[in-house]
T-cell receptor, first 113, second 111 residues
Framework: GAGVSQSPRYKVAKRGQDVALRCDPI?????LFWYQQALGQGPEFLTY????????KSGLPSDRFFAERPEGSVSTLKIQRTQQEDSAVYLC???????????FGEGSWLTVV | QKEVEQDPGPLSVPEGAIVSLNCTYS??????FMWYRQYSRKGPELLMY????GNKEDGRFTAQVDKSSKYISLFIRDSQPSDSATYLC???????????FGAGTILRVKS
């Protein structure tokens, strides 16, 4: 596709429910990132993939958060046993590689009730 | 203290004004500096990308980086109502990948 595509755009989850957020990066982009953006704040880094390898997961807030990119293209961010503090926009981004422009998707808006 | 500080505003200006947006940072390892624009319920859109110190101009937008002062700026000339958005500064160290963002400044341009 022309841009980074994320689904679902909006998700309401009950506390304790597991959620999965999908990201389709721009075709040919080897680098893929997940960011979390709380209301009124800038995005915060969660994790980074180069192809299928997860090279940095230092930003994942707890072991309830898990990301994968098994074939080096589509990525899934999974949040287990969701808590209210997980409510945020989850942004996926991709780039051609090191030092190249990073393009963001429109985000998945997660509300935990 | 956050690595990147940015005044959240809101900043309200009349149409046609020159807008100045700024960020300060504490990590001297940052070498890549970016400005993103984010409209409501949309993802961030890259406006300007600068490596190291200096100025860069693109149309109505000028980005300045002063590494000695750990201070970056974005200037918008002849501001338009369509420029109303949140402006995020972002920066990264040598690997150019992991971005650290400011909190964003809300800009409102009134016609």
């Amino acid at each position: 596709g022309a841009g980074v595509s994320q689904s679902p755009r909006y998700k309401v989850a009950k506390r304790g429910q597991d959620v999965a957020l999908r990201c389709d990066p721009i075709s040919g982009h080897v680098s893929l990132f997940w960011y979390q953006q709380a209301l009124g704040q800038g995005p915060e880094f969660l994790t980074y993939f180069q192809n299928e390898a997860q090279l940095d997961k230092s930003g994942l807030p707890s072991d309830r958060f898990f990301a994968e990119r098994p074939e080096g293209s589509v990525s899934t961010l999974k949040i287990q046993r969701t808590q209210q503090e997980d409510s945020a926009v989850y942004l996926c981004a991709s780039s051609l590689g090191l030092g190249n422009t990073i393009y963001f998707g429109e985000g998945s808006w997660l509300t935990v009730v | 203290q956050k690595e990147v500080e940015q005044d959240p505003g809101p900043l309200s200006v009349p149409e046609g004004a020159i807008v100045s947006l700024n960020c300060t940072y504490s990590n001297s390892a940052f070498q890549y500096f970016m400005w993103y624009r984010q409209y409501s319920r949309k993802g961030p859109e890259l406006l300007m990308y600068t490596y190291s110190s200096g100025n860069k101009e693109d149309g109505r937008f000028t980005a300045q980086v002063d590494k000695s002062s750990k201070y970056i700026s974005l200037f918008i000339r002849d501001s338009q109502p369509s420029d109303s958005a949140t402006y995020l500064c972002a920066m990264s160290a040598g690997d150019g990948n992991k971005l650290v963002f400011g909190a964003g400044t809300i800009l409102r341009v009134k016609s």
